[in-house]
């Protein structure tokens, strides 16, 4: 997978298995989107067993099948569906149609795991939710910019414990590169991809909640505008926003499709973290024209200044403790109250945003 596109990014890790070959089970189903790579990586390298893909297009089948040769190709979901042998299905399918396909497999008695955004309507989230409930299922979602990230990981646990103090400000940027002949119609429409804020953005929101260890927040002001691509009208190529948490902490973050292509990376992303007792910088995947690698963590405390390169650091724990708390029904990777309070803020700024009428 190329690093000049965010689309096909998918994170290959050492092996972490947790648990034996056979014990879980996984499926695939809907490869709209390359994210279901980075997805599928994850949980095969912490022992899960990929046994079935299926897709409408039988091309995307047989790309599925060349990177994971031991796959079977599935007639339909419906024969995913009835293997009492699968414990979890995995979609990156259209983004307006993950819930649908989640709620499904639910239903069959699996576990859902879905790319972000998951959602891209109120009425579907409060659907997964009552799905949820009724099933006892677990329905995951991919925020893969930070639990397929390593400094992110690490960030995550300098905060726990307690580095830099309690966590008051967080600042995001997620810029991604358009690639905009390469990327599939449903892309360019809003009701499919659910606008930018909704979309990348709910990979900030997600981390700002974890970050300062907000289960409420609010969304104070979003913004949505088409600066530079006239040609689709429905695409939102600039969006940002603020928060403030339940505790008090705030959050401002920024996406765009606007990285240049002399960036060696598909985006600069990049996070800002202060605590009362110190700061942390992310540079998540270049270190502008200085290292083409990712993975720094600039951390600073009244002891001094630290650069750290986290890779190889931390790992991918998430898809172990995933793997783990579908088994052992707990909670350790991520709650479900998380997940869904990330994707419930992500569609009300989404909802709310000014929508800007560019002149520049």
Partial sequence: MTKASGMNHAPKGKPE??????EFV?????????????MANGCVEAGATLKWVYDKD????????ETYPDVKLAESKEQIYSDEEVNMVLSAAVASERSTIGNEAMRAGKDYFADKTAFTTLDQLDESKRVVQETGRRFFVYFGERLHVESAIYAGQLIDEGVIGKVIQVTGFGPHRLGKAGRPDWFFEKDKYGGILCDIGSHQIEQFLHYTGNTEAEVVHSKVANYANPDKPELEDFGDATLVGGNGATFYFKVDWFTPDGLSTWGDGRTFITGTKGTIELRKYVD???EESGNHLYLVTEEGEQHIDCNGKVGYPFFGEMILDCIN??????TQDHIFKAQELSL???EQAIRLEPTV
């Fill in 17 to 22: 298995p947790v648990v034996k070959d056979g």
């Fill in 26 to 38: 996984i499926a695939a189903i809907g490869l709209d989107h390359g994210h279901i790579y980075g």
């Fill in 58 to 65: 039988p091309e995307k089948m047989r790309s599925f099948k």
């Fill in 288 to 290: 502008v024209a200085k």
């Fill in 329 to 334: 029904g707990t909670e350790k990777a991520m």
């Fill in 348 to 350: 009300l700024a989404e």
